[in-house]
């Protein structure tokens, strides 16, 4: 059963970093991708990047967004997002999500993950 867990979200200042992390379990990156969404307040859910795929970046996290992996050889594996410089718009509740399939583009869309975690909400504050 796929099952992810986002961590790590909180208030932070304008300018400053953070790094959330996804636990994902009951898969392996050899079959499956995990991708970072967020949604801001009044905001339609939007993907940021994921893993093992050439992501053609939103301009808004440009530059300033990381993902990366610590893949253990067992069936968990967690995923990071790395922030950098966060901007007031970056405030939002951030989700990793799971699809079977690997891509060479990464799938920015909504559709076709059949697993989200309980988000991680992070607070840019000016």
């Known amino acids: 059963q796929l099952q992810l867990v986002e961590s790590g979200g909180g208030s932070v200042q304008s300018g400053g970093s953070l790094t959330l992390s996804c636990a994902a379990s009951g898969l392996t990156l050899d079959t499956h991708t995990i991708t970072w969404f967020r949604q801001g307040p009044g905001k339609e859910r939007e993907g940021i990047l994921c893993?093992?795929?050439?992501?053609?970046?939103?301009n808004s996290v440009k530059g300033r967004f990381r993902i990366s992996t610590d893949n253990a050889k067992n069936t968990a594996t967690v995923v990071y997002l790395n922030i950098d410089d966060l901007k007031s718009e970056d405030t939002a509740k951030y989700y990793c999500a799971a699809r079977p399939g690997r891509f060479l583009v990464c799938p920015l869309g909504a559709a076709g993950y059949r697993a989200w975690g309980q988000g991680a909400p992070v607070t840019v504050a000016s």
């Open positions: 893993i093992n795929a050439r992501t053609n970046y939103p």
